[in-house]
């Protein structure tokens, strides 16, 4: 079966080894909403039969036993140790950094439910030590008019991710990029650190759960600006799928190339066979 869709953008590939470790985005490469990506199960199946290493890496802040549960459902057996979540890194970032910050978060509830173990919560402005932005449907002015005025008196900007839209079945909502865009805009303050892609943190922590060097990996995805880009700054191989955000098109006006570009996960084989 010739792979007639996978573009090969970059040749600085040929002397770089097969891929010894699969760093694997969700959804929009694994899943779109609650439905599969044709392909998606065998290529897993075919990537653990072949002792490809993998860790799954998304910017999504449910927790990892509802990722587990999730792709469970969708018929892929996952350990927990394989799901690293933005959530995660913000709290090993937040630990590392200021392990008594005070919160306040405009996120859905299960940001709130992981960072409790670990952290205050406060909505009083003069002592929140960290705002935090990410996925929140229920955000409001009263959120918003809290945000502004801790980040006015000098609380740290987080987010979770910096994506503008998530992708749905059919669709797009908003997501962690609004938000941050609302407190930019009315506070005068620039986001400070990402925690999921394409920060820095996400790929060091798939690196060291994978046990392999960058060089050795490959970073598969559906968006240029998260999974691409995170590959590109920590100088792992990339693969586009083009089953989420990113399309053909957007390739032509991207200053980020992918290494590969895939119709979906189902082409991945070709990758993986042929480096």
């Known amino acids: 079966m010739a792979c007639s869709a996978s573009i090969r953008w970059s040749s600085t590939l040929a002397a770089s080894p097969r891929p010894r470790g699969i760093i694997l985005d969700l959804d929009g490469t694994v899943y779109r909403g609650a439905q599969i990506i044709p ?3 065998a290529t897993i199946e075919r990537m653990r039969k072949g002792a490809h290493p993998l860790v799954f890496a ?9 990722h587990v549960e999730k792709l469970a459902g969708l018929g892929i057996a996952v350990r927990p140790g394989e799901i690293i979540n933005s959530t995660f890194v913000l709290i090993q970032r937040l630990q590392h950094e200021m392990p008594r910050a005070r919160v306040f978060c405009l996120s859905d509830p299960p940001l709130v ?10 909505e009083d402005p003069n002592t929140i030590d960290v705002v935090i932005a990410s996925t929140d449907r229920t955000f409001d002015f009263r959120k918003l008019s809290i945000g502004f005025h801790a980040l006015r008196k000098g609380a740290r900007f987080w987010a979770t991710n910096a994506e503008p839209t998530w992708q ?3 669709d797009e909502i908003p997501d962690a990029g609004a938000i941050i865009g609302a407190l930019e805009g009315c506070s005068g303050r620039k986001l400070e650190l990402v925690a999921g892609k394409p920060s820095p943190f996400m790929a060091e922590i798939a690196l060291e759960r994978l046990g392999r060097t960058a060089r050795e990996c490959l970073v598969i995805g559906d968006n240029l600006t998260t999974e691409i880009a995170m590959g590109q700054r920590a100088g ?35 990758v993986i066979q042929n480096s």
């Open 236 to 270: 792992i191989p990339t693969a586009l799928v083009l089953t989420g955000l990113s399309k053909r098109a957007d390739l032509e006006r991207a200053s980020l190339k992918p290494d590969y570009v895939l119709e979906s996960i189902a082409e991945v084989q070709f």
């Open 168 to 170: 749905q079945e059919d």
């Open 113 to 122: 439910e992981q960072l409790a173990p670990h952290f205050q919560f406060s």
């Open 58 to 66: 998304t910017n999504a802040i449910e927790s990892v036993a509802e």
């Open 39 to 41: 392909g998606a199960r």
